[in-house]
């Protein structure tokens, strides 16, 4: 169900306007529904249930303590790139005991800091990584949990900046070295070999290739069994793609027809090659958690006519939602309150100095200055790619729960853009 709909002639969020919000809390500013993030987690934690699973929701598509509390709140664990980020876990409450830590680049901190705060597991990218977390945890007298991300060289499909599963990417240990990097990680005294991991990209409609990983996964952990490594968990990387309501665009597969795919496969392993024996499903969703639980709602500043292209000139900007300007990703705009005059087809821009500053190209809108737009879809990889360019204050956000907004992160203002920056005189 949308939680975003037109009452009345106004676009709402859940049962709140969304003009009411920008009355309130000014432009630009993010906007999401509660409701909306409850129901994407139990898309996946519903079709989970009863099974020995985990939810980690993977925090860089959105990470304002609110979002992390409220998920926190529901059982979810977390799928962290940073010490940043175990911060802010642990900031909203949430339990390091569910955290799961991904990425290529480790530092000497940030493993000291897992440690300490006994996260669940470290999704392991390479032998150097191996080496330098064996001697941390041996330092700090701890053992780490450790999965491997194994790269099972599966094409995912999708835009090649978020396709992260094929042998050029950068991410993983390949296929075919993965069992000789088990076999070191299990020959370091300071490791615990725990689990097996994959990510093969991000916006993923079709569950063929998640589907291709997974079987690709099971093979190797029938070797590795037959050497006397046995893990305990897999982990199948970020979760299915949403719709960003274009034209003609693929339908994501739902997400529990998705999850019901992996467990056929899965039972039907255990029972007739792993003894039966259990193993934990991991998760790390990110855009389909938070992608269509949020908009970005920002106000007309003005309307520019040009000789080949018009141009409505807004005051959110490439800073405010890179995702345009960095993938040439489509993202829908909805006026807030539509007008029933001409539409005309313009290119909706920000102020900030770069001609890849656009938010949406090519749009049939009947807008004036002064009225609202909303740009759909924007929970996820919205604000969290956000930036200060051209001085510019990151945007407002705000949480609607039901009929009631609470504000979650204030609009920064000019003074906090140079709060730490001081002259050399
Ligand atoms: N796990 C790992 C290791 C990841 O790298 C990612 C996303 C996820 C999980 C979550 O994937 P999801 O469920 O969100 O598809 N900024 C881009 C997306 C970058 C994705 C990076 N990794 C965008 O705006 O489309």
New binding site residues.
Partial sequence: MSHFSYQDGVLHADQVALDRIAEQFGTPTYVYSKSALLENFNSYAGACKGRDALVCY?M??NSNLAILDLLAREGAGF?IVSGGELLRVIAAGGDPSKVIF?GVGKTVDEMRLALDKGILCFNVESIPELHRLNEVAGQMGKKAPVSLRVNPNVDAKTHPY?A?GLKANKFGVAFDDALDTYRTAASLPHLDVVGIDC?IG??LLDDAPLLEALDKLIELIDTLHGEGIVLHHLDI???I?ISYGEAGEAQPVPVGDYVARLYERIDAWRTERHGGKPIKLIF?????IVGDTGVLLTTIEFLKPGQEKNFCVVDAAMNDLM?PAL?Q?WMDVKPVRPRSGEAHSYDVVGPVCESGDWLARDRALAVEPGDLLAVMQAG??GFT?SSNYNTRGRAAEVIVDGDQVHLVRRRENPADLFALESTIR
């Fill in positions: 993977a860089k598509a799928d991904s978020i992260t990510h991000s916006q990387g970020g979760g793609g790390e969703p990110g855009r389909s995702r993938y990703a996820a990889y790619m």
